[in-house]
C-alpha cells in the first residue's frame, strides 16, 4: 500500500496476556518509529529502527516491552503480561532516512486496551 | 536536550475568523520543526516543515506558520478558520546538529472552530 498500515486497529486483551502489533512500512523507508498515545497526552517515544543499525530502545517503558524489525521492513512491538496502564493507541511512522530532515508518515495506530 | 512546548490546551474560535495555535521550543543548535494534525481514530498528518531560509512557511490545507529565531517560536496560522479544521495539533522539533536526533513531539493543542 501507499502509507504506513498497522495492525490490528483495535486489541482488547486482558490483564497479564501478551500482545503482538504490527507495522508495516512504506516501501524503501530505512526508519521507523513506534509511539504510545495515551489519552490526554502527547506522543511518548518508545523506540527507533534505521537501517542495519542497532535500534534505539532508550524509551520503552519497561522489560515487558520489546520490538523487532526483520528484514528491515515489517516491525513487530511486542509487551508482555500486559497491564492496565498499557491501555493506549500504538502508532508507527516511517520516514525515508532517520538523518534526514523529511517529516513522519504515521499508521492509523492500534488502540489497545486492557480488561 | 530538546523541547517542544504548546501552551494551550484548547483553542476556540470561529468559523472565518484567524487562528493561531502556538509553539515554543528549545534546541542546542538550529531546529528543523514540524507540525502535524490529527483527526479522531487516525495518525499524525504532516502539515508543514520548516528547514532554513524563508521564516514563513506554507503548507497544506490553507495553513502557514512563522518561525521566529529570537522567541523560539513556530506557531501555526491561518487567516480563515473551517470547521473542518477541528482537530488535535502537533508541533514537534528536531535539532539539526549532526548525527541521529529524535523528534520531539509536543502535547498537543486541541482546535475547536466553532459554526
Known amino acids: 500500500g501507499a502509507g504506513v498500515s498497522q495492525s490490528p486497529s483495535n486489541k482488547v486483551t486482558e490483564k497479564g496476556k501478551d500482545v503482538e502489533l504490527r507495522c508495516d512500512p512504506i516501501?524503501?523507508?530505512?526508519?521507523l518509529y513506534w509511539y504510545r498515545q495515551s489519552l490526554g497526552q502527547g506522543l511518548e517515544f518508545l523506540i527507533y529502527?534505521?537501517?542495519?543499525?542497532?535500534?534505539?530502545k532508550s524509551g520503552l517503558p519497561s522489560d515487558r516491552f520489546s520490538a523487532e524489525r526483520t528484514g528491515g521492513s515489517v516491525s513487530t512491538l511486542t509487551i508482555q503480561r500486559t497491564q492496565q496502564e498499557d491501555s493506549a493507541v500504538y502508532l508507527c511512522?516511517?520516514?525515508?532516512?532517520?538523518?534526514?530532515?523529511?517529516?513522519?508518515?504515521f499508521g492509523d495506530g492500534t488502540r489497545l486496551s486492557i480488561l | 536536550a530538546q523541547s517542544v512546548a504548546q501552551p494551550e490546551d484548547q483553542v476556540n474560535v470561529a468559523e472565518g475568523n484567524p487562528l493561531t495555535v502556538k509553539c515554543t521550543y528549545s534546541?542546542?543548535?538550529?531546529?528543523?520543526l514540524f507540525w502535524y494534525v490529527q483527526y479522531p481514530n487516525r495518525g499524525l498528518q504532516f502539515l508543514l516543515k520548516?528547514?532554513?531560509?524563508?521564516?514563513l512557511v506554507k503548507g497544506s490545507y490553507g495553513f502557514e506558520a512563522e518561525f521566529n529565531k529570537s522567541q523560539t517560536s513556530f506557531h501555526l496560522k491561518k487567516p480563515s478558520a473551517l470547521v473542518s479544521d477541528s482537530a488535535l495539533y502537533f508541533c514537534?522539533?528536531?535539532?539539526?546538529?549532526?548525527?541521529?536526533?529524535?523528534?520531539?513531539f509536543g502535547i498537543g493543542t486541541k482546535l475547536q472552530v466553532i459554526p
Open positions: 534546541v542546542s543548535g538550529n531546529p528543523y
Open positions: 529502527f534505521q537501517g542495519n543499525s542497532a535500534p534505539d
Open positions: 514537534a522539533v528536531r535539532d539539526q546538529s549532526g548525527g541521529y536526533q529524535k523528534v520531539t
Open positions: 511512522a516511517s520516514t525515508s532516512s532517520g538523518y534526514s530532515n523529511q517529516p513522519q508518515h
Open positions: 520548516y528547514i532554513t531560509g524563508d521564516n
Open positions: 516501501s524503501g523507508h530505512t526508519a
